[in-house]
């Protein structure tokens, strides 16, 4: 299982950014994923999370994000992405993602001991 996260950047506050994660070698719809992320000083806290196709649950979102954040998949590019929208300074972070062992459920309230296979993060920084 390969993952690789893309997209993070620069950009200012009230902006926009989307994260992708390409699965490798493998097919992501066998699994959850979630989006963490880790900003300094502080704990990896998940973001957002969408489960396998098979199950189909409606996503979770931490509510530090709830109604600017959404994850999707695409299954034809083997990708999740992290659509994130109304970018605050508190956003920044290194954002990472990461599957549940397959066939596996999307946890109610995702913790990093929960998935075991991340990809490399991807660095986000709001600011003016």
């Known amino acids: 299982v390969q993952l690789q996260a893309s997209g993070g950047g620069l950009v200012q506050p009230g902006g926009s950014l989307r994260l992708s994660c390409e699965g490798f070698g493998f097919s992501l719809d066998y699994y959850a994923i979630s989006w963490f992320r880790h900003a300094p000083g502080k704990e990896r806290e998940g973001v957002a999370c969408i489960s396998n196709t098979i199950r189909n649950d409606n996503p979770y979102y931490a509510d530090s994000v709830k109604g600017r954040f959404t994850i999707s998949r695409d299954s034809a590019k083997n990708t999740v992405y992290l659509q994130m929208n109304s970018l605050k300074p508190e956003d920044t972070a290194v954002y990472y993602c990461?599957?549940?062992?397959?066939?596996?459920?999307?946890?109610?309230?995702?913790?990093?001991?929960?998935?075991?296979?991340w990809g490399q993060g991807t660095l986000v920084t709001v600011s003016s």
């Open positions: 990461a599957t549940r062992p397959y066939g596996l459920g999307m946890p109610m309230n995702p913790n990093p001991t929960d998935f075991d296979s």
